[in-house]
Every structure is written in structure tokens, then in C-alpha cells.
């Protein structure tokens, strides 16, 4: 494959530049902006993230002023993308670049991959995008398309397999155009060359690639399955008080959804309760028949399994650190999860009935 190094390069980029998606972080070569690009789009569909990014840049349209922003506000722009750690990440990282490298990010991988939060892929990816720099920016799009290219058999799910793709890359990239070099790859892994079913047909690089000769393209890339996730029951709990505001406790700075702001849940046959505010706010009796639909808050490795109800406090005491009595308006301010969004959609809709 190596002795057609050229031929794939030129295929592959002209192929891309022809066929790209038109989407709003490939107008810019703002490091900035690409760098908040990419980790948004970690584990999130590209659709998904557009308005998002849109958003995004228009309340914080520079390094400076999303280092300067209040955590708060900035969780709440994320609100329902998830992952939440990728933003916290992200503007610790934004704050080092303003007050170490004076509001520019680094030009180099190693001085960008002393950033809070950015890894291998994503010094990579702004590097070659924003710079013009060839170094390799390796994701599962990458991997995919690679295994097949160069008949790679070794487990996509080891840490150390990525070490085999990453020379890979550095071999085969274009030092003239790694920015579309780069996207290439990932443009035709997430269109053409995909993990069921890839269209071989309408592939620009083919000609070049041994599994589609073979004959099994579907076989790779190799990937051992996951663990199984744990699931977690948890009772949710949207407690009213008779002036019509709602309970509302702050989860802990640290840990999942960090810092976000939810119902009372209290995990379901758990002996000790220490996590909610629950645990000390009491005399509260069940607003009729509210129970409400049951929903799933899924992580990369478990699975919150969450039945709500609609509770009225009969006795309202002060509530602890990290709670507070909110209006309906105060609350939807707040940055929600998604499944807590679903939740308060659902309360509205009970409350419309009464």
C-alpha cells in the first residue's frame, strides 16, 4: 500500500475537498474554534452539535471570554449535550492558553497536549485543521477506515492498538494538506466507509485498499465488545411547597453531571441515604396520582433507571447546603440534564391539568 502513498493522498483529498459536508466549523481555521468543534463532537452526532456550536461561539466568541464566563452560565449553553466534563475540561484548558500563551493556542503537540482535556485526537485535529500541521488525529472514524486500507487486525478497543494507527497516518498523511487529509479520513468514515454495510462503491480510495480486495471489508476493524453497563434505580422526587415553588438540590463538584442541578433522587433500596436532601427534609405526602414516566439516563458505563413522582410539602423546612426552594422560572434557568429536562417537561404538562 505504502508504494501508492501518493495516489491515496491525492484521492482522498480531492475526494474530500469535492464531497465535504458544508459544516460551520470547516469555515474557519480559528484554533479556537476548531478546538471547541472537537470536543463537542466527541460522542456526539454531527447534527446534534451544529446549533450547539452556533450557540456556543456567539456567547463566547474567543478564548478570553470563555475563560472569563461563569460556570453556571457556560453548563447551561452545554444543556443536553452531555458528557459534561468535556466543557469544564475545555475551558480549563481555554484558561491556560490565556495566561500562559497570551489567548493563542500552542502550535505544537507538545506544548497543546499540556492543555487541560486535550488528548492525543484532539492536538491532532487542531493542529492539521487550524495550522497546517501534519500530525495525526486518530478517532474510530479513522480506525475504521485504516483496519480495512491496510488489512489492520489488532483490537480497536486496546489503548495501545491507537499507537499502531497513529504511525499509520504519520505514513501515509500529506505534509502539502494534512488539514484535508485529515478530515478525509473522517469524512469518509462517518459517510462511505461505514462500520455495517460500507459503500465500497462510491469509495475514492478503493482502488487502494486491501479489504476491499479481500473481499470482507465488514470483518474489520476488530473490536472486542464492551463490558456489560450497571443499571442503577433511583426515585426522583419534584417536591412542591404551597407557595408553588420546587425543590432543587446541586449535585457535587465533583463526579458525574458535576456542579448540575437536579430533582431530589434517592437510589432505590439503598440502606443509608447521603447523597439527597431527602435525607433531611421530610413530612411530604404525594400530590395524588402523580406518579410520573419512567426514564433512563444512560452513561458510557451505567445506566440510571428513574421513576418520578410528584410530591407536596406539608411541612417546609429549611432546606441543606447545595438545595434551595425555586420558582418554576428560577428553575428552568438552572443547567438541567437531559433526563431532568424530561422530568420538569413532564411536571408542566401535570400542572396544566389542575
Excluded at 470536543?39 to 452556533?54: C, N, S
Excluded at 495550522?131 to 478517532?139: I, K, M, Q, T
Excluded at 411547597?241 to 463526579?255: A, K, N, S, V, Y
Excluded at 438552572?334 to 396544566?352: G, N
Amino acid at each position: 500500500m505504502y508504494r501508492y502513498t501518493k495516489q491515496f493522498q491525492k484521492a482522498l483529498v480531492e475526494w474530500f475537498n469535492r464531497e465535504k459536508r458544508d459544516l460551520p466549523w470547516r469555515h474557519t481555521t480559528d484554533p479556537y474554534k476548531i478546538w471547541v468543534s472537537e470536543v463537542m463532537l466527541q460522542q456526539t452526532r454531527v447534527d446534534t452539535v451544529i446549533p450547539y456550536y452556533e450557540n456556543f461561539l456567539e456567547k463566547f466568541p474567543t478564548a478570553q471570554a470563555l475563560a472569563d464566563a461563569n460556570e453556571e452560565f457556560l453548563l447551561k449553553q452545554w444543556e443536553g449535550l452531555g458528557y459534561y466534563s468535556r466543557v469544564r475540561n475545555l475551558q480549563a484548558g481555554v484558561r491556560e492558553v490565556v495566561e500562559n500563551y497570551g489567548g493563542v493556542v500552542p502550535k505544537t503537540r507538545e506544548e497543546i497536549s499540556t492543555l487541560k482535556g486535550v488528548g492525543p485526537y484532539t492536538a491532532g485535529a487542531v493542529l492539521s485543521i487550524a495550522y497546517g500541521v501534519p500530525e495525526h488525529a486518530v478517532d474510530g472514524n479513522v480506525m475504521r477506515v485504516l483496519s480495512r486500507v491496510l488489512m489492520i487486525d489488532e483490537d480497536i478497543a486496546l489503548p495501545k492498538t491507537k499507537k499502531t494507527f497513529e504511525r499509520a497516518v504519520m505514513e501515509l498523511i500529506d505534509y502539502d494538506n494534512p488539514s484535508a487529509f485529515n478530515q478525509g479520513l473522517m469524512e469518509l468514515g462517518a459517510m462511505v466507509c461505514t462500520p455495517t454495510s460500507p459503500s465500497c462503491l462510491l469509495c475514492p480510495v478503493r482502488d487502494y485498499c486491501t479489504a476491499f480486495h479481500e473481499g470482507e471489508p465488514e470483518k474489520l476493524p476488530v473490536k472486542t465488545k464492551k463490558v456489560k453497563t450497571k443499571k442503577i434505580p433511583y426515585d426522583v422526587f419534584i417536591v412542591e411547597d404551597e407557595q408553588g415553588r420546587i425543590l432543587m438540590e446541586q449535585r457535587p463538584e465533583t463526579g458525574l453531571l458535576a456542579n448540575m442541578w437536579q430533582f431530589p433522587m434517592v437510589e432505590v433500596k439503598k440502606e443509608v441515604v447521603t447523597d439527597s436532601v431527602m435525607a433531611e427534609l421530610y413530612h411530604f405526602e404525594l400530590a395524588g396520582k402523580d406518579h410520573l414516566m419512567p426514564l433512563k439516563h444512560v452513561f458510557s458505563h451505567l445506566v440510571w433507571q428513574m421513576d418520578g413522582y410528584i410530591l407536596r410539602a406539608t411541612d417546609v423546612e429549611e432546606p441543606p447546603e447545595r438545595a434551595a426552594w425555586l420558582t418554576l422560572d428560577e428553575v428552568e434557568k438552572l443547567p438541567l440534564s437531559v433526563s431532568m429536562q424530561k422530568f420538569l417537561a413532564q411536571y408542566r404538562i401535570e400542572r396544566q391539568k389542575l
